[in-house]
């Protein structure tokens, strides 16, 4: 009821919505407004990706000490005898096959983020 | 929901996958009305262009926020609306005329119906000019709801307040604009 009340009166009040019709005086649209806005869109999003980058390396650096603390701790017997360890046991071909594995996943982790951040952009 | 908002819902899943200029199309299609809005409540150039900025800037940073319960020019429009009242709460508010409420609730529906419906070129001036008086809370509302042609739902939705809280405040309004007519036609008398 009330609803169509109002209704009634916006088909009469037709001088107040011509006068809202009128810009208030020398207040202009700015021609340029899209490209400026969304060039600071762009900067925004740039700010945000990097702010995300900063927080994922933050958390990434603190499960690493973490790993490496509870790793630690963990091992701490083996690391107690490792002094008394016999290097000459170590077989050359394990540790030629960890040193290839170690650096085909460091590439592949490298191309692997390329590839993603540059379909992202 | 119509064909333009399916589309736009399209654009922002879009936008949110990555495709950040798709966005412009917000920007082309509604920065000239959130712009004319708050200019009708930041009436200075700068501010008004930088509180428009603001708002899309803000969309597009919660653009993954707006779930769909309103038109999307309506959520934008809350943003400016709250952009804008944030704003003048931090600036030196405008003066704006107070009116005994008193007299505002003593004038007559129809005194009210007969001054907002004469369209003379005198009588539009003196509108704009009334509409100037108002406080940014009840400029918002005429905007919407004549200017921009929304319903009381969606005005309501925009300004944060009950539908009923905007039709009982657009008949004050009203009242109100009469009385600043009438004011100002008895001075240049």
Same mark, same amino acid.
């Given at each position: 009821?009330e609803t169509d ?117 | ?40 409540? %930041?009436? %200075? ?56 409420d008193m007299n ?13 419906? %004469? ?35 969606? %005005? ?34």
């Amino acid at each position: 009821m009330e609803t169509d009340n109002v209704k009634n009166n916006i088909d009469n009040d037709k001088a107040l919505r011509k006068a809202l019709q009128r810009p208030p005086e020398e207040m202009r649209y700015p021609s340029n407004f899209a490209f400026v806005t969304m060039q600071k869109v762009r900067q925004e999003k740039y700010r945000a990706e990097r702010r995300r980058r900063r927080n994922e390396r933050i958390v990434l650096a603190a499960v690493c000490v973490l790993s490496i603390g509870l790793g630690g701790y963990m091992m701490r017997d083996a690391f107690r005898s490792f002094t008394e360890w016999d290097f000459g046991d170590v077989n050359m071909v394990s540790v030629i096959c960890a040193v290839v594995c170690v650096t085909f996943f460091a590439m592949l982790n490298g191309f692997l983020k390329k590839h993603f951040t540059d379909r992202r952009q | 929901m119509t064909i333009q908002e399916k589309d736009e819902r399209k654009l922002i899943a879009s936008v949110l996958g990555g495709h950040t200029d798709d966005f412009s199309y917000f920007l082309e299609r509604y920065g000239p009305q959130v712009f004319s809005v708050i200019s009708r409540l %930041v009436p %200075v150039q700068e501010d008004a262009e930088e509180l428009a900025q603001e708002t899309f800037i803000s969309a597009f940073t919660h653009l993954a926020d707006f779930a769909g319960q309103a038109a999307f020019s309506s959520w934008l429009y809350r943003i400016a609306y709250n952009k804008a009242m944030t704003f003048l709460r931090s600036h030196a508010a405008r003066h704006t005329l107070r009116l005994d409420d008193m007299n505002i609730e003593a004038v007559d529906e129809s005194l009210a119906d007969e001054a907002l419906s %004469v369209d003379t070129e005198e009588r539009i001036a003196v509108l704009n000019k009334a509409v100037g008086m108002l406080s940014a809370d009840e400029r918002m509302l005429v905007t919407m709801f004549y200017m921009e042609e929304h319903t009381a739902r969606e %005005v309501a939705y925009i300004m944060g307040i009950t539908e009923r809280n905007v039709i009982v405040r657009l008949h004050r309004v009203r009242k109100k604009l009469y009385l600043l007519i009438k004011r100002m036609e008895n001075g240049n008398r």
